[in-house]
Nanobody, 116 residues
Framework: QVQLVESGGGLVQPGGSLRLSCAASGFFFNIYTMGWYRQAPGKQRELVAT???????TYADSVKGRFTISRENAKTTVYLQMNSLKPEDTAVYYCRAFRGSAYDYWGQGTQVTVSS
């Protein structure tokens, strides 16, 4: 069955860094666009970054220049390198795999807390 398992979340001080990983299985990873989304308490889930099968990336304006998304097809894993973290980055971060409108998978999420 399809699985997306996020890891790498935790507590970090403002200005610090974290690297999230999402290990995928159960589908042909190489042909899916992969994305990271986040949801803060009391807010809607929002896009953080996506990477296509051609390695084209997009970012939310709030994270441009600080976050980097990448994928490693051989390991069926997508990463999110987060630098210069701010308290407003605190959220549950979710991994998503999608292809057209028919194929859309989500992970369970990993908590990221930015606090001193």
């Amino acid at each position: 069955q399809v699985q997306l398992v996020e890891s790498g979340g935790g507590l970090v001080q403002p200005g610090g860094s974290l690297r999230l990983s999402c290990a995928a299985s159960g589908f042909f990873f190489n042909i899916y666009t992969m994305g990271w989304y986040r949801q803060a308490p009391g807010k809607q889930r929002e896009l953080v970054a996506t990477v296509t099968t051609a390695d084209t990336t997009t970012y939310a304006d709030s994270v441009k220049g600080r976050f980097t998304i990448s994928r490693e097809n051989a390991k069926t894993t997508v990463y999110l390198q987060m630098n210069s973290l701010k308290p407003e980055d605190t959220a549950v971060y979710y991994c998503r795999a999608f292809r057209g409108s028919a194929y859309d998978y989500w992970g369970q999420g990993t908590q990221v807390t930015v606090s001193s």
